[in-house]
């Protein structure tokens, strides 16, 4: 396997309307996440125990909720809310 990130349950659902700086900004900051990941689960499919908690990550102003599941070397993407002032 090789580690990637998506969106959960959908991009629609999660990032829908998100102003494109805000989502590429996110998405940028998803790729970092994964190389993150990648580093400390050297082989995430032998990971061992329960999975990571939720974790939020402040980007440009707004912010990513996010977690990792080691045994499928993913980082999920579940929720994003844009800096105040823009809709998502």
């Known amino acids: 396997m090789t580690w990637s990130w998506e969106y959960l349950p959908d991009q629609e659902q999660v990032a829908g309307g998100c102003p494109v700086d805000f989502l590429t900004a996110a998405e940028e900051r998803a790729a970092e996440l994964v190389r993150a990941a990648e580093a400390l689960h050297l082989d995430g499919t032998s990971y061992q125990g329960s999975g990571e908690p939720m974790r939020y990550l402040d980007v440009a102003g707004g912010l990513l909720a996010y977690y990792v ?17 823009e809709s998502p």
Request: proline share 24%.
């Open 69 to 85: 599941v080691p045994r499928l070397e993913l980082v999920v993407i579940c929720q994003l809310t844009p800096p105040p002032g």
